[in-house]
C-alpha cells in the first residue's frame, strides 16, 4: 500500500504492509503516522502485541507489531545519536545526482565512528578525548598536508627504495604538526637533497632558512 492508501482514517492501527526480496524487507505500520522501515536484519516474525492508547476511547488497547519494529524501538537511542553526530558537521555537498550525497554521507559516518572508537580508547586508558571538530579538523590537516599516502610500504620496501616528493618551486605547504613529523608511516622524515630549499617549520617572517 502507498502512504496515501494507509494513512486514511478508515485504515485501523497496527495494520501492516510489506514486501521483500533478496534478504531485504519493506515494510509500512500505521501508528499514530505511518512508519515506514528498510531492513536487511530483522523480519516479520515473530510478531507480538504492544500496549497503545487509544485518543477516542481514551484507554489503552493492544496492538500487533512486527519484530523488525520491536528491535528499532530497542535501538533507537543509538540511531537517532549516530543522526544527530553525523549532522553536526556534515560534508557540504550540493550535487544533481542523488547519490553523491549519499557519498557525502558515508564519509560523514565514518568519521563519526571513528572518533567513537577514539572516545572510547581515551576513556579506557584515562586520557581526555578531543571534540569531534577538532577530530575532523586534524583529519583534513593531515589530508592536506600528505600529498599521497599510496600503500602502506613494509619495513623491507622502505629500506630498499624511499621515493621523496619534492615540492615545485613556489609551492605553498603547511607546517607539520609535532605528530606528523614524528610519524614515520608517511616518510616524514629527513632526506639530503642536492638543491637547497626552504624549510617551513625553521623559517619565519623576514628570516628564512635554506637547508640541504
Known amino acids: 500500500m502507498s502512504v496515501k492508501e494507509m494513512d486514511k482514517k478508515s485504515v485501523p492501527r497496527g495494520t501492516l504492509d510489506y514486501c521483500s526480496t533478496n534478504g531485504i ?3 509500512s505500520c500505521m501508528d499514530n503516522k505511518v512508519v515506514t522501515l528498510l531492513s536487511s536484519d530483522a523480519g516479520i516474525e515473530p510478531k507480538s502485541s504492544v500496549q497503545r492508547y487509544d485518543r477516542k476511547n481514551k484507554d489503552k488497547k493492544e496492538v500487533t507489531c512486527p519484530d523488525v519494529i520491536k528491535k528499532y524501538n530497542r535501538r533507537i537511542g543509538g540511531i537517532d545519536k549516530s543522526d544527530m553526530l553525523t549532522h553536526l ?6 550535487a544533481r545526482r542523488w547519490y553523491i550525497k549519499l557519498f557525502g554521507y558515508a564519509i560523514d559516518l565514518c568519521v ?7 572516545k572510547r580508547d581515551c576513556e579506557s586508558l584515562g586520557n581526555r578525548s578531543m571534540p569531534l571538530k577538532q577530530f575532523r579538523l586534524d583529519i583534513s590537516h593531515f589530508m592536506r598536508c600528505t600529498k599521497d599516502l599510496g600503500s602502506r610500504a613494509t619495513r623491507k620496501s622502505r629500506s630498499l627504495s624511499l621515493q621523496v616528493d619534492l615540492p615545485k618551486r613556489g609551492q605553498r605547504t603547511c607546517v607539520p604538526s609535532a605528530s606528523e613529523r614524528q ?3 608517511v616518510h616524514h622524515m629527513p632526506h639530503f637533497v642536492t638543491m637547497r630549499q626552504t624549510c617551513k617549520f625553521c623559517s619565519k617572517k623576514g628570516d628564512i632558512h635554506r637547508s640541504r
Open 183 to 185: 610519524d614515520t608511516t
Open 89 to 94: 558537521y556534515n560534508t557540504p555537498m550540493k
Open 112 to 118: 563519526c565512528n571513528a572518533w567513537v572508537l577514539c
Open 25 to 27: 524487507l519493506a515494510a
